[in-house]
């Protein structure tokens, strides 16, 4: 090849490679706890153990999340959706390829003689006395439609980490509940010890009773509450096993033997702030869907910024060099500018969609933020109730209630009262303890999706 033919290429070549100042380091993999940097950057990921030996362990309710965090296989695949737009940003940054091109022309298709040397003799198809040409050609972006395809790449990249740190918190929370559920089962297993203790005690109170002032129908009654609190016993520790599973299973160990839990309900207690409006203002800074959605506008208005740069044609340059024989001596260079004329497609399809993405994304913004603003109000209102409620029947409604069942008995075994009031009395209590662990769980449910709602890692 030519001076002039090495200087060409070198000359493309160096235009291709030259880098962009939008690009960033891509090729490290997405960290599955880089949501916290969404908070808190400088906060560093506690180095792994052995995931099972840190599941059949003591669990704090902070271990139990960052567990899941690390394993759990859903969040795990939203971490690879982030590495795929990592990918299409390096994919947008690069420039379009050269074309190389080589032509050979003039080739005789009949037996003929070039010049008046008959020693050189040219036979039928042969390549030898054709023109020989090297072209290389290049499209330049004159338009910054590069420029325009990284960003979107980049907005869309943010997205998908604003997404991945939505589903982190929802883990999170989720991971919350099944802790509290834990709890909460364990605590129902304790009422339901507690009643079936009463029912036996009952049961002995009515078989020191039977010389002459027991009727069999309270004892037929004493046994039919025995045998029934067994059953409740059975249903507890049932309860108690599945919500054991459902927590292996978030934490990406199903069938691993959860063990003991050691942080104590209430989890958290309400999040302190002077009124609703400042953890409102909290949540629309920080949800993570809130940020999503904002990221997705930008995304949408850099989408609409390419296909309006789409609209300009690209300028495509071309430099060729020809060589002659059958001398060899004769070399030719040329140049090619190519321009597309935008006379049938002008992009104004896509620029239409475009903008109609965009109007999309800004609405669904809107509406995330007012659904968030209205769950965050809600869910303040449910704790101040809910809280208020567990408090009563732990310190007041339950044990009130476990009294009025001790005085009953000794009335009934003193003869004073009819053993109907006994049941009356175990009734009260059961239903009061089947209400206090609902609201307790409710709580637990209200407080998770608060946190969730403020992207908070931790409870006040």
């Known amino acids: 090849m030519t001076h002039l ?10 235009l291709v490679g030259c880098s962009s100042a939008t690009e960033r380091d891509t090729s490290e993999p997405f960290d599955p706890r880089a949501f916290a940097k969404l908070e808190s ?11 099972e030996k840190r599941v059949t362990g003591e669990l704090t309710l902070e271990d139990a999340q960052e567990i899941a965090l690390a394993q759990n296989p859903g969040l795990l695949s939203n971490a690879d959706a982030v590495d795929a737009a990592r990918a299409r940003i390096r994919e947008a940054q690069n420039f379009t390829n050269p074309v190389f091109t080589f032509t050979k022309s003039d080739v005789p298709l009949s037996n003929t003689v070039e010049g008046e040397n008959n020693i050189f003799r040219v036979r039928n198809f042969d390549l030898r006395p054709g023109q ?3 072209g290389l050609s290049k499209d330049l972006d004159v338009s910054g439609k590069r420029l325009a395809r990284v960003d979107v790449a980049l907005e869309n990249e943010r997205q998908s980490e604003a997404q991945f740190a939505s589903a982190a918190h929802a883990l999170r929370a989720q991971v919350r509940v099944a802790y509290a559920q ?7 297993l304790d009422l339901a010890h507690e009643s079936r203790d009463m029912a036996k005690k009952n049961l002995e109170i009515i078989g020191a009773l039977a010389g002459g002032k027991g009727l069999m129908s309270d004892k037929l009654r004493a046994e039919a509450e025995a045998t029934r609190s067994e059953s409740d016993v059975a249903q507890a520790e049932r309860a108690l096993e599945s919500s054991r599973c459902f927590l292996a299973l978030l934490l990406g160990a199903p069938g691993a033997a959860v063990g003991k839990l050691t942080s104590k309900l209430p989890l ?8 609703d409006d400042e953890l409102v203002n909290e949540a629309l800074a920080r949800n ?4 999503a959605a904002r990221r997705a506008v930008r995304s949408a208005e850099s989408n609409l910024k390419l296909q309006n740069r789409a609209q300009i044609p690209d300028l495509t340059v071309g430099l060729q060099v020809n060589l002659y ?3 060899k001596q004769t070399v030719t260079g040329g140049l090619t500018l190519g321009l597309p004329l935008p006379v ?11 903008t109609a993405l965009l109007h999309q994304a800004e609405k669904t913004q809107a509406q995330t933020e007012n659904t968030v603003m209205t769950a965050v109000r809600d869910d303040v209102e449910q704790l101040r109730v809910s809280g208020a409620r567990w408090e009563r029947f732990e310190k007041e409604i339950l044990p009130k209630l476990r009294e009025a069942v001790r005085l009953t008995e000794a009335s009934y075994e003193g003869g004073k009262i009819l053993y109907l009031d006994v049941i009356t009395a175990r009734q009260a209590f059961n239903q009061a303890a089947s209400d206090y662990v609902n609201v307790l769980l409710a709580y637990e449910t209200t407080l998770a999706d608060l946190e969730r709602l403020l992207a908070r890692r931790k409870g006040p």
């Open 5 to 14: 033919a090495r200087s060409s290429f070198v000359f493309l070549v160096a």
């Open 41 to 51: 950057p400088e906060t560093a990921p506690r180095p792994r153990v052995d995931l």
């Open 132 to 134: 020989t040409a090297w």
């Open 182 to 188: 834990v709890l909460v089962a364990e605590k129902t």
């Open 268 to 275: 958290s207690g309400i999040p302190e702030a002077k009124n």
């Open 288 to 291: 993570a869907d809130v940020i």
């Open 325 to 327: 024989e059958p001398d």
């Open 344 to 354: 049938f497609d002008q992009n104004r399809g896509q620029i239409a969609e475009a």
